[in-house]
Each structure stands twice: as structure tokens, then as C-alpha cells.
């Protein structure tokens, strides 16, 4: 007796359909983009203004007490108190806004810089005449850069007249002794 054995068959051979379209199985999806979220105040700030208000809070009405306190013992008491107290709250508040008036400035700075920066010429080129404004000599300078067609040249020239004015301001007298219209 003997057993058949059928004959090996052949491996089928791969097939391949190719389509006119490409699939969209196989594609990459695009990744939605995630919107950032706000940045709010954050922890440190908010504890330090916290700590802020508490302090001059309660600066304030212990300063209040103690003026109504010397009132009480005496006008000129009183007076001299209430003398004291609004110079320095006053020279303190007159510190914190200079403070804060240099801050802004300088976030103008990071905006005017972040414009002239851009690629994009529709923004550059208004930021390229406020820039001018801010120089002592800025309404020369800004017929100079209205004149100049070219971006890298206007830069260049608005570079030199800020050291320029920069130079100026160190070699000048104290803050004091300058003309208010000086603008360094």
C-alpha cells in the first residue's frame, strides 16, 4: 500500500493593488493643534502681592492710628506725624511708579523689537516710524528711514542713532541739571 501524497504547492506570489487615489488609511493624520492655555498670574506673584498689600495694609492704618494718636495728644504732635507719614507713603508710591513706568517701557521695547524682527513687512514698516519717535532727534531720523527702501540699512541706522543718543545721555549732566525736554 502506498500513501499519495499530493505534490507541495506553490507559494502564492504577493499581490499588489495600486489605486489612483492615495488612501487616506495610510496618510498622516494632521495633529490638531492644542490652544495654549492663558497664562494667568502666577503662584509666586500672587503671594508676593498678597504679602504686598498686607504689609503696606497694614503699614496704612497702623500709620492712620498713630496720626489720630498724636492728634489727640497734640496738633503740632499731630501735624509733625501726619508730615512724616505723607512723605514717606508719598516717596514710596513715587518709587513704585517710576518702577512701573520703566517696566512698561521696556515691554514697549520687546514690542517694538519683536515687530522689526518679524518677517512680515506690513508690520515692520509702521514700527520702523515709531521707533524714531522715542529718539531726541527722531523727527530727522524718521524723514532718514521714510527715505531708505531697505530693511537691513534702516536697521542699521536706527542702531547707530540709539547709541548715538545713548552716547549723548552719558556724556551729559545728571538728570538734575538737564533740560526736562531731553529725552535719554
Known amino acids: 500500500m502506498s500513501i499519495d501524497t499530493p505534490p507541495p504547492r506553490p ?85 513704585v511708579w517710576r518702577e512701573l513706568r520703566a517696566l512698561l517701557s521696556l515691554r514697549t521695547v520687546d514690542h517694538l523689537r519683536a515687530e522689526l524682527s518679524g518677517p512680515d513687512p506690513s508690520r515692520t514698516r509702521p514700527a520702523l516710524r515709531r521707533w524714531p519717535s522715542r529718539l531726541p532727534e527722531g523727527q ?14 534702516v536697521l542699521a541706522l536706527l542702531r547707530a542713532e540709539s547709541v548715538a543718543a545713548w552716547g549723548r545721555c552719558r556724556s551729559s549732566p545728571p538728570p538734575c541739571r538737564r533740560p526736562r525736554s531731553t529725552a535719554c
Open 11 to 95: 507559494h502564492p506570489s504577493p499581490r499588489i493593488e495600486v489605486e489612483g487615489i492615495p488612501a487616506p488609511r495610510l496618510e498622516a493624520e494632521r495633529l490638531a493643534r492644542v490652544a495654549e492655555p492663558e497664562r494667568g498670574v502666577g503662584t509666586i506673584p500672587l503671594v508676593v502681592g498678597g504679602a504686598g498689600v498686607l504689609v503696606l495694609g497694614l503699614a496704612g492704618l497702623q500709620t492712620v492710628n498713630f496720626v489720630a494718636a498724636q492728634f489727640a495728644r497734640s496738633d503740632v504732635l499731630g501735624g509733625l506725624t501726619l508730615t512724616v507719614a505723607v512723605i514717606g507713603f508719598g516717596s514710596t508710591g513715587a518709587g
Open 140 to 153: 530727522a531720523v524718521k524723514e532718514a528711514v521714510e527715505t531708505i527702501e531697505d530693511r537691513a540699512a
